[in-house]
């Protein structure tokens, strides 16, 4: 067990909808990470958070949006969803900037 | 160029063989490198943080790092069935953000 917890595990949906996914980092982390993993294209940075301020941005939509709150949960926001957002969505945590992380379980959304 | 690349197998070995697993990566200034474990439908797994050139062994698991050919390495000894997963190499992204970026991973089995 990482201590990283996301929830929900699974989440299946219709194309339009939104969708929040929750992310609750190691005890005393302030960086958060989300992933999103799909078959074709591998484990990809979508948006890091630390002390609840963004801090770097990868391949993330516009239609997605994140947060991280004083209590230091993060939540990840898809809106206007596709077939093609159907992935893993994995949080993953760490101490400090340097990159020594750690993930969460993941959230299956399956986009129908 | 990706900043790290890794074939993605899937790689077969017998049980009790010593398995190579490798990695490039372009950015000579790179100073630390992780390896990941990932099994099926599963979150990333820390396996090891390898800060400086050189062997660092953990248990049956070995990595090691050749920064003149810019060359990650896991091994493995005395390979188990309970090794098959997905291993997967991290490094820092270059421009000071430190996001672990990740190779596509290679799929190992090792049968019995």
């Known amino acids: 067990d990482s201590g990283v917890t996301q929830t929900p595990k699974h989440l299946i949906t219709a194309t339009g909808q939104r969708v929040t996914l929750r992310c609750s980092p190691r005890?005393?982390?302030?960086?958060v990470y989300w992933y999103q993993q799909s078959l074709d294209q591998g484990l990809q940075f979508l948006i890091q958070?630390?002390?609840?301020?963004?801090?770097a941005k990868g391949n993330i939509l516009e239609r997605f949006s994140a947060q991280q709150f004083p209590d230091l949960h993060s939540e990840l926001n898809l809106s206007s969803l596709e077939l093609g957002d159907s992935a893993l969505y994995f949080c993953?945590?760490?101490?400090?900037?340097?990159?020594?992380?750690?993930f969460g379980q993941g959230t299956r959304l399956t986009v129908v | 160029q990706k900043e790290v690349e890794q074939d993605p197998g899937p790689l077969s070995v017998p049980e009790g063989a010593i398995v190579s697993l490798n990695c490039t990566y372009s950015?000579?200034?790179?100073?630390?490198f992780m390896w990941y474990r990932q099994y099926s439908r599963k979150g990333p797994e820390l396996l090891m943080y390898?800060?400086?050139?050189g062997n660092k062994e953990d248990g049956r698991f070995t990595a090691q790092v050749d920064k003149s050919s810019k060359y990650i390495s896991l091994f493995i000894r005395d390979s188990q069935p309970s090794d098959s997963a997905t291993y997967l190499c991290?490094?820092?992204?270059?421009?000071?953000?430190?996001?672990?970026?990740f190779g596509r991973g290679t799929s190992l089995i090792v049968h019995p």
């Open positions: 390898t800060y400086s050139s």
């Open positions: 950015n000579s200034a790179f100073q630390y």
């Open positions: 991290a490094i820092p992204a270059s421009g000071g953000s430190y996001i672990p970026t």
């Open positions: 005890s005393g982390d302030l960086s």
């Open positions: 958070y630390y002390n609840g301020e963004e801090r």
């Open positions: 993953a945590s760490s101490s400090d900037l340097t990159g020594e992380a750690f």
